[in-house]
């Protein structure tokens, strides 16, 4: 089976070679967690938003992934341009995943209120901003599970002819 999921880490010092992306892999193993014969498309950049709404488009729109999971530069510096970056892409906001994240944040730590990550859809595409550090990553992803594999089914609406039920479930048709 192809790819259905793509992962975009943003950040300069990985982009550059200078920092290992420890999150990119993380959130590998996470969706491995979750479909097990999914190898995600994976891809670094720096902060810029104009590369990070390339790529983003690229991959929706070429790539016709369901699933887009960014990483990093959803914070206060400067620097920190992913949700502009995807509201530049997205046609319509998912505004429920990302508060899910940040209500689940905050039973963690004040500073989740401060994350600034977007969801949104482009054509048949859901793309997610998560945190950049590895511990956010485990934590946010651990809040959209549950709610993945029936998001892609209704925007996918089978017409792909992907099963996106978590690996061992069935669908139950109604």
Known sequence: ??????????????AAGQAEDRS?????????SLWPEQEPIMGIVADDRAMIAARLRQWA???????????????????DVTPEATRDVIEKEAPGLAEAMRAAGLRVTPHA?????????RRRTLIVNLSGSPKAVQEQFEVLAPVLPH??????????GVHYARSGEHRREV
């Open 113 to 121: 209120m401060l994350s600034r990550a977007v969801a949104g859809i």
């Open 1 to 14: 089976m192809s790819s259905f999921i793509a992962i975009l880490t943003v950040s300069d010092s990985a």
């Open 61 to 79: 729109d070429e790539e016709d992934v369901a699933l887009i999971l960014t990483s990093g530069g959803t914070g206060f510096t400067p620097r």
């Open 24 to 32: 990119g892999p993380l959130l590998r193993d996470l969706v491995r």
């Open 151 to 160: 998001a892609l089914e209704q925007l996918r609406a089978g017409k792909d």
